[in-house]
Nanobody, 124 residues
Framework: QVQLVESGGGLVQAGGSLRLSCAASGGIFRSYTVAWFRQAPGKERDFVAS????????SYAESVKDRFTISRDNSKNTVYLQLSSLKPEDTAVYSC?????????????????WGQGTQVTVSS
């Protein structure tokens, strides 16, 4: 079993930045692809970004490409999501997920382990 805990969310003005963290314990986290998803009120959960086991490959949703950066530090069992140039439409609960899948996988149903989520609110 892998336990995931997100942190770093908060309230920020448009144009601002945040760094989210996803800390893992248990299991073989270093062998898993990790992804970030987000869900805004009344909307479906959307893929944001994913990163390969080694951290050498990553995939992004078009809406966040060039603004968000995903990275991982396997020595700390942690994956990060740097959010920059934030927009009000980025407001959502951000959750990390892990699983033995390809880093290209954008389907939330493919990931086995989930954190509880962290709220990001961007004011205009």
């Amino acid at each position: 079993q892998v336990q995931l805990v997100e942190s770093g969310g908060g309230l920020v003005q448009a144009g601002g930045s945040l760094r989210l963290s996803c800390a893992a314990s248990g299991g073989i986290f270093r062998s898993y692809t990790v992804a970030w998803f987000r869900q805004a009120p009344g909307k479906e959960r959307d893929f944001v970004a994913s990163i390969s086991v080694t951290g050498n490959s990553a995939s992004y949703a078009e809406s966040v490409k060039d603004r968000f950066t995903i990275s991982r530090d396997n020595s700390k069992n942690t994956v990060y999501l740097q959010l920059s140039s934030l927009k009000p439409e980025d407001t959502a609960v951000y959750s990390c997920a892990a699983g033995p899948v390809s880093w290209r996988n954008k389907l939330s149903s493919s990931y086995d382990y989930w954190g509880q989520g962290t709220q990001v609110t961007v004011s205009s």
